[in-house]
């Protein structure tokens, strides 16, 4: 099987490499695909040298699978053109996420709408995807009627640029504007300033997670409003959840539901002081959740911390998610391969 990771010297495109690596896919051709600047760049994946090729190249090589995290606009313009010559793509951006046409996927919660159709399959925003693989086992449970989001989000959700701007602050170097990913200093500060504004004043990333938790749930009557907030950490994003259910609920059930669920970590000992942490979901594929208690100043109320590594979980790992699912059930390649 031909796999293709596209956008493969970015952050996210890196440690998509590294999940590959780790997982079990059949891989028997890699293909390195970058922009025009990095073709020829040498990388390593399983042990072997590859040199970067463009995206003529690749689209020509028709690989079985390719995983893209390259921005909205290259996913535009070249996903149809892989998807064209049989590639199915599994893209990170957020081109195709509210696409009628197109489907977002969490594997654990809605892989099973996937055929050999879908030729460009959606990876949800980081932030989106830590928070409903919580949530739909407690929708399905209780019906969610509404949910008060604040996100605490690593400046890795950025980019290189935003990591350099935060090293560069730690180490006392004065910046120029250009070499800024954010208005301000990150370094000893939070910024609630996540993506752009639009004219209602809420930002991009708030309006993803909004939107895109109705699309993966299902349910566009759920009422959803959020703040997200740029923080001066590497490890992964953070999350308080607040939950309207409309039926009745025990917080030991809520437990329970949780610790069965695919994925998740309960850490939730306060006597112990334990909860989540970014610094110990760090390079970790699960999502972590504690800080489990009732809300008593409405009926029916819950509130949760959910963390996850927005790297991995948050992107590389459910992108080659997607994948496994894709090859396990013979969805992909011309001789639908299985693990």
């Given amino acids: 099987m031909k796999v293709a990771v596209v956008g493969v010297t970015g952050l ?9 690596e780790e997982q079990n896919l059949p891989i028997t051709e890699f293909l390195a695909v970058a922009s025009n600047r990095s073709i020829g760049k040498e990388i390593t994946f399983n042990g072997k040298t590859y040199k970067c090729i463009g995206m003529e ?9 390719a995983i893209f995290s390259a921005g909205g606009g290259v996913s535009k313009e070249w996903a149809p053109r892989f998807a064209a010559v049989g590639t199915t793509v599994v893209d990170n951006s957020s081109a195709w996420r509210m696409d009628d046409t197109k489907k977002l996927i969490v594997p654990e919660i ?17 932030s989106t995807i830590q928070m409903v693989a919580a949530l739909a086992p407690l929708h399905k449970a209780y019906k969610i009627k509404r949910l008060v989001i604040s996100t605490y989000q690593s400046i890795t959700g950025t980019g290189v640029k935003a990591v350099n701007q935060y090293e560069n602050e730690k180490e006392g170097k004065k910046l120029f504007e250009d070499e800024m990913a954010y208005h301000y200093q990150i370094l000893d500060n939070c910024l609630p300033h996540c993506g752009d504004f639009d004219d209602t004043g809420y930002t991009t990333e708030e309006i993803k997670l909004v939107k895109e938790t109705k699309k993966i749930l299902n349910d566009q009557s759920l009422r959803i409003t959020a703040t997200a907030v740029r923080v001066p950490v590497q490890g992964g994003h953070s999350e308080t959840v607040n939950i309207e259910f409309e039926r009745p609920f025990e917080v030991a059930k809520i437990r329970q539901i949780l610790e069965e669920t695919p994925g998740v970590i309960v850490q939730d000992d306060f006597g112990a002081n ?8 760090k390079h970790k594929d699960e999502v972590f959740v504690g800080r489990i208690r009732r809300d008593d100043s409405a009926d029916n109320a819950l509130n949760m911390w959910i963390v996850a590594d927005n790297l991995r979980k948050g992107a590389a790992t459910n992108a080659v998610q997607i994948a496994q699912y894709l090859v396990a059930n013979k969805l992909v390649g011309q001789s639908k391969v299985a693990v």
């Fill in 274 to 281: 334990k909860y989540p942490m970014p610094l110990f979901s």
């Fill in 57 to 65: 190249q690749a689209v020509s090589e028709a690989p079985d699978i």
């Fill in 12 to 20: 996210v495109g890196t440690v998509m490499c590294k999940v590959l």
């Fill in 110 to 126: 809605n892989a099973h709408v996937l055929t050999e159709d879908d030729k460009i399959i959606a990876n949800p925003n980081c």
